[in-house]
C-alpha cells in the first residue's frame, strides 16, 4: 500500500499497520526512510510559521535564520532523537516482557512520527496563520497525543504481538 494509504489506515489502526510493515522483513533503508520522510514533513510544516516570523521581522536577512535553524534541527538532529527514543522505548519494553527486536521499536517511532504528520502540518498552518495563542497550543496537544497514540500502538504490536 502506499504510504499515503497506511497513513489514513493508522488513524483506523495503529497496529495493523505497523504489523503490516513488520512483515515486509527487515530494512534499515527502509525504517531510516521513514524517519526522514517525517523529518522533512516536519520541516515543511514550519515554513508558514517561519514566513509569518520573517514577515513580521521585515523581511530582512535575519528573519531567515528560523529556516536554517529549522532545517539543522530537523533534517540532521531530529533522526538521532528518533533513534534515541526508540532505543529507550525498547530497553523500557525488555523490563516489561517485551520481545521484540531493536528494528521494531524503531519502526514503530519511526511510522509514529510520520503518520502523525498530517496533524503537524495542521499546527504549521495555525502557527503561520493565527500565530501564538491556544489554538496553537490545542493543536500541539493533539499532534503529540496523536503520536503517542500511534507510538504505543506500534510499539505493543511490534514488542508483544498485540494490536
Known amino acids: 500500500m502506499a504510504l499515503t494509504g497506511d497513513i489514513l489506515a493508522t488513524y483506523r489502526g495503529p497496529g495493523k499497520v505497523v504489523k503490516r510493515l513488520l512483515a515486509r522483513g527487515r530494512s534499515e533503508p527502509f525504517a531510516l526512510s521513514l524517519a526522514m520522510a517525517g523529518c522533512v514533513v516536519a520541516f515543511i510544516a514550519q515554513w508558514p510559521r517561519i514566513s509569518r516570523e520573517a514577515y513580521l521581522a521585515g523581511n530582512n536577512a535575519e528573519g531567515y535564520l528560523p529556516y536554517y535553524s529549522a532545517f539543522i534541527a530537523l533534517i540532521f538532529i531530529m533522526p538521532i532523537v528518533l533513534y534515541l527514543l526508540a532505543a529507550v522505548s525498547h ?10 527486536s531493536g528494528y521494531g521499536a524503531r519502526m514503530a517511532v519511526f511510522w509514529a512520527f510520520l503518520a502523525a504528520s498530517p496533524v503537524f502540518l495542521l499546527h504549521g498552518m495555525v502557527a ?14 493533539i499532534w503529540l497525543l496523536v503520536f503517542v497514540w500511534f507510538w504505543i500502538a506500534g510499539l505493543r504490536q511490534a514488542e508483544w504481538g498485540m494490536e
Open 91 to 100: 530497553f523500557v519494553a525488555g523490563l516489561m516482557g517485551g520481545r521484540g
Open 128 to 141: 503561520g496563520f493565527i500565530g501564538p495563542g491556544p489554538q496553537l497550543s490545542a493543536v500541539g496537544l
